[in-house]
Structure formats: C-alpha cells, structure tokens
C-alpha cells in the first residue's frame, strides 16, 4: 500500500534527512520525501500497521529534524 502525506519542513538537506529516517522505520518498504510540493509518499510493507508505522515514522523524523511535520489526518 502506498500513501501520500502532506509535510511542512524548511529546507531541501531537512527533507533528505527525513527521506531516510523514514526509510530506515519499521514497517516502510520505501519513502520519498519532495520538498518543493512538501509531499511525503510511503510504501508500506505488506500486512503493516499503517497508523501505527506513521507514528514511527514522525517520531524517527523529529530525532533527525526536530521542526518537521507530518499530517497524519
């Protein structure tokens, strides 16, 4: 399953870092993160807790970019 996400972060290097905390979170098959449309797009490994992994995903973003976002509703 795929999903996208609408983010707010400042600068593309910022965007890089939550590209690969989010690729590096249990459950992500892969992840991209554009900065200029401020899209995050996941790809979920079969059979994940989508909502759960998401959780995970922004707590393992904010460790490498602590003014980042990611709205999850």
């Not at 600068?11 to 992500?28: F, I, P, R, S, Y």
Request: proline share 1%; aromatic share 6%; hydrophobic share 40%.
């Amino acid at each position: 399953m795929k999903k996208t996400y609408k983010i707010e972060v400042d600068c593309a290097a910022c965007a890089a870092k939550m590209e690969e905390a989010a690729k590096k979170t249990a459950g992500v098959k892969d992840a991209t993160v554009a900065f200029m449309p401020q899209k995050m797009k996941v790809e979920f490994e079969e059979g994940a807790d989508v909502e759960n992994v998401m959780v995970n995903v922004l707590k393992n973003c904010k460790k490498v970019e602590s003014d980042c976002e990611i709205f999850l509703s």
